[in-house]
T-cell receptor, first 116, second 107 residues
Framework: GAVVSQHPSRVICKSGTSVKIECRSLDFQATTMFWYRQFPKQSLMLMATSNEGSKATYEQGVEKDKFLINHASLTLSTLTVTSAHPEDSSFYIC????????????FGEGSWLTVV | KNEVEQSPQNLTAQEGEFITINCSYSVGISALHWLQQHPGGGIVSLFMLSSGKKKHGRLIATINIQEKHSSLHITASHPRDSAVYICAVRWGNQFYFGTGTSLTVIP
């Protein structure tokens, strides 16, 4: 079964609205989760590292006020795309390291965001 | 930054063919992952390697630490193997990803 669950899998929203994407670690506690963005036919691009109980670490060029990350518990991280624009339309996916299992990496199912 | 290059970018094979996908990286790493991404987007980790060779069913992954190179082999390929295969290297606390190899296996 899934180790990491991501929701929603697909979402369409209007420009200017905000969208929240959830990433849940089902089988283990995750102090760190990673958020990626993927454009069509391109590789995964790390957006930010979500740290439980503290502020997320954002990659260069990623607007922290636009992509709000909250990691309030050891099993849940959320990414909120605020004031969405059509250029935010993309595939967003989270991942978790299971450091108890030799740093095995697990990915969520991903979320397709379309901003109209 | 660790540069990760994959080849080929696209690959079409007949069912039953032996397939090889290559990955090279620029800086020494602690681990390399081979990932499989299906058209719906979901990603599954196939292998995690730090040395040598691993085998799982029809899939074989090898890594040469000195040459900074890894290969993913698929024996007796099948249409259900059609997917994007991504090489990811762990360097410090970060992952760096190749651009992926899009594999299509034709019946």
């Amino acid at each position: 079964g899934a180790v990491v669950s991501q929701h929603p899998s697909r979402v369409i929203c209007k420009s200017g609205t905000s969208v929240k994407i959830e990433c849940r670690s089902l089988d283990f506690q995750a102090t760190t989760m990673f958020w990626y963005r993927q454009f069509p036919k391109q590789s995964l691009m790390l957006m930010a590292t979500s740290n439980e109980g503290s502020k997320a670490t954002y990659e260069q060029g990623v607007e922290k006020d636009k992509f709000l990350i909250n990691h309030a518990s050891l099993t849940l991280s959320t990414l909120t795309v605020t004031s969405a624009h059509p250029e935010d339309s993309s595939f967003y996916i989270c991942s978790v390291d299971d450091r108890t299992a030799g740093n095995t990496i697990y990915f969520g199912e991903g979320s397709w965001l379309t901003v109209v | 930054k660790n540069e990760v290059e994959q080849s080929p970018q696209n690959l079409t094979a007949q069912e039953g063919e032996f397939i090889t996908i290559n990955c090279s990286y620029s800086v020494g790493i602690s681990a390399l992952h081979w990932l499989q991404q299906h058209p719906g987007g979901g990603i599954v980790s196939l292998f995690m390697l730090s040395s040598g060779k691993k085998k799982h069913g029809r899939l074989i992954a090898t890594i040469n630490i000195q040459e900074k190179h890894s290969s993913l082999h698929i024996t007796a390929s099948h249409p259900r193997d059609s997917a994007v295969y991504i090489c990811a290297v762990r360097w410090g606390n970060q992952f760096y990803f190749g651009t992926g190899t899009s594999l299509t296996v034709i019946p």
